[in-house]
T-cell receptor, first 117, second 112 residues
Framework: GAVVSQHPSWVICKSGTSVKIECRSL??????MFWYRQFPKQSLMLMAT?????????EQGVEKDKFLINHASLTLSTLTVTSAHPEDSSFYIC?????????????FGPGTRLTVL | AQTVTQSQPEMSVQEAETVTLSCTYD???????LFWYKQPPSRQMILVIR??????QNATENRFSVNFQKAAKSFSLKISDSQLGDAAMYFC?????????FGAGTRLTVKP
């Protein structure tokens, strides 16, 4: 149980285009999902916290107009990178907090590798 | 603010030996959780072990155990009988007020 999927697993796009990444909790409901960014050989950096039915909370330094987050249901959150540029190339990981668990464990998706040409 | 520090960028261990990865953290919250995650080359984050701050007993999961020193804000991971499959990046993480903060990671190499 507690499986999180991400789609796509990798994507290549041209500079200036927008890319949408989906994060789904497959067998549990998640009122809260998180989006992380990971550069090569670095740690995960929290970008934003996504709560179902409300606006996402962005970390300092993360452009909310560039990284649009929508958490429309208890099993789906999406991250849209708008007007992508090469510096947005990175590995994006989502995680979901299960409403059934009491110890604040996050379940992680397999990640999405974004390459902007 | 919540911070997590891993001071060992790289560690190496001989197969079947024991290795300890260090982690210190800082939080002003009294209720929090600590985790160790493993990230293999696939980059899928895998939970290794977790510890609730209110529990004094150190968590253990098979070959993995922690040394949780609450007063010192230290949370080290011990891997016993190291196996080749243990080679990965290991991240220490803290959840205090909802979101999770990660340390910089330790790359573990296991030598056959």
């Amino acid at each position: 149980g507690a499986v999180v999927s991400q789609h796509p697993s990798w994507v290549i796009c041209k500079s200036g285009t927008s890319v949408k990444i989906e994060c789904r909790s497959l067998d549990f409901q998640a009122t809260t999902m998180f989006w992380y960014r990971q550069f090569p050989k670095q740690s995960l950096m929290l970008m934003a916290t996504s709560n179902e039915g409300s606006k996402a909370t962005y970390e300092q330094g993360v452009e909310k107009d560039k990284f649009l987050i929508n958490h429309a249901s208890l099993t789906l959150s999406t991250l849209t990178v708008t007007s992508a540029h090469p510096e947005d190339s990175s590995f994006y990981i989502c995680s979901a907090l299960s409403t059934r668990r009491s110890y604040n464990e996050q379940f992680f998706g397999p990640g999405t590798r974004l390459t902007v040409l | 603010a919540q911070t997590v520090t891993q001071s060992q960028p790289e560690m190496s261990v001989q197969e079947a030996e024991t290795v300890t990865l260090s982690c210190t953290y800082d939080t002003s919250e009294s209720d929090y959780y600590l985790f160790w995650y493993k990230q293999p080359p696939s980059r899928q984050m895998i939970l290794v072990i977790r510890q609730e701050a209110y529990k004094q007993q150190n968590a253990t999961e098979n070959r993995f155990s922690v040394n949780f020193q609450k007063a010192a804000k230290s949370f080290s991971l011990k891997i016993s009988d190291s196996q080749l499959g243990d080679a990965a990046m290991y991240f220490c993480a803290l959840v205090a007020i909802g979101d999770m903060r990660f340390g910089a990671g330790t790359r573990l190499t296991v030598k056959p």
